[in-house]
C-alpha cells in the first residue's frame, strides 16, 4: 500500500460506493464507518460518488450518515449538498435524444434492458416481466416503476442500458451521440446483474458535479481526495489532488493514482482516512 502522508487535511473527501467503500456483499463495515464519522465530527465535506440512484442508500447507509454525507448520483447526473455544503444539481437528457438512443439500443438487441432514471427514485423501464430480478437489482418497490413513454415525459437524467454485450452498443451510441451525451460502462459487484452501460448529459460527470457541491465554498477538486475502483471513477481520480486506488481496482484506475491503499473488502477507505488523524 502507498497511502498519502497527510501534512494537511483534505478540502474534501469524495468516495466510490460500489468497490471501493462498501464491501463485496455491498456492506458499510464498522471500521469504514466509524472513519467517515470521525470526518464528518471534523467537519470535513464527505461526498459519495456513485452511479447509483438514491433509493439505495436506505439500506446500505445508517441515517447517521446519509443526514451527513453529500452525494453525487448517477455518475453525476444529480449532485445533493448536505452539511457542510448544500445545493440540489439535476442534469436532464433531452427528449429527442433520449428517444433516439433507445431506438438506436433496441435495433442493435431487441432484448435489451433499459431503465430511464427520474431523480434517483422513480424509473421506467422496459422489462417489469423479469420482477424478481428488477427488485434485486432496483431496491425498489412497485409504486416507483412505470413505462418508459411516461419515464421520458418527466424529465428523466439517466438511461441505463444492460442485458447486452455493452461495448459494441457503447460504441455505437458514441459515434452518433457522443457530443450530446457522456456514456459510462460500470461493473456491478452484485453477482445477480450484467454490467451496464450508464448514459448521461454531456457535463453531467463525477468531477463537474463534484465542482458545483464544492466551488461555493471555496473548495477546489485540486484540495480534494477521492477514493475509486470502476473505470465510471477515472475521471473523478484524474481531476483530484488526492487520488487514491483501490487494491481491487482495475489497472486503468492505478495507473492514474499516485497512492493506493486496502481492498474494499479489506478496510481500504478507512485505513486511509484513518492516517488523517494520526
Known amino acids: 500500500m502507498n497511502i498519502p502522508k497527510f501534512t494537511r487535511i483534505p478540502g474534501a473527501i ?58 453525487v448520483l448517477m455518475s453525476g447526473a444529480i449532485a445533493v449538498g448536505k452539511s457542510p455544503l448544500n445545493g440540489y444539481f439535476k442534469e436532464t437528457l433531452p427528449e429527442k435524444i433520449i428517444r433516439d438512443i433507445i431506438n438506436t439500443a433496441i435495433e442493435y438487441d431487441p432484448n435489451v434492458h433499459i431503465t430511464i432514471e427520474i431523480e434517483g427514485y422513480e424509473f421506467g423501464t422496459n422489462w417489469k416481466w423479469d420482477k424478481e430480478t428488477l427488485w434485486q437489482r432496483n431496491s425498489a418497490t412497485p409504486e416507483m416503476v412505470f413505462s418508459l413513454e411516461e419515464a421520458i415525459s418527466r424529465k428523466p437524467c439517466k438511461i441505463a442500458l444492460g442485458n447486452t454485450n455493452i461495448l459494441p ?26 454490467p451496464l ?16 457541491l464544492l466551488t461555493p465554498h ?29 487494491a481491487n481496482a482495475f489497472p486503468e484506475i492505478k495507473s492514474v493514482c499516485a497512492y493506493d491503499t486496502a481492498s474494499n473488502d479489506d478496510d481500504g477507505v478507512g485505513r486511509v482516512l484513518e492516517q488523517m488523524f494520526v
Do not use: W
Not at 452501460?197 to 458545483?212: G, R, S, V, W, Y
Open 14 to 71: 469524495a468516495i466510490d460506493l460500489d468497490g471501493t467503500l462498501v464491501n463485496s456483499q455491498t456492506k458499510l463495515s464498522e471500521r469504514n464507518y466509524y472513519a467517515l464519522q470521525r470526518c464528518i465530527e471534523r467537519g470535513i465535506p464527505i461526498i459519495i460518488a456513485t452511479s447509483r440512484p438514491a433509493r439505495i442508500f436506505n439500506r446500505i447507509f445508517p441515517s447517521s450518515l446519509t443526514e451527513h454525507c453529500s452525494f
Open 169 to 194: 452498443l457503447a460504441e455505437i451510441l458514441e459515434n452518433q451521440f457522443g457530443k450530446n451525451i457522456s456514456i459510462v460502462g460500470g461493473k456491478f459487484v452484485s453477482a445477480l446483474v450484467n
Open 197 to 212: 452501460l450508464n448514459i448521461t448529459a454531456k457535463n453531467a460527470t463525477k468531477p463537474e458535479a463534484l465542482k458545483k
Open 218 to 246: 471555496g473548495i477546489t477538486l485540486g484540495e480534494t481526495m477521492a477514493f475509486g475502483d470502476d473505470l465510471a471513477d477515472l475521471e473523478m481520480l484524474q481531476a483530484c489532488g488526492v487520488p487514491v486506488a483501490m
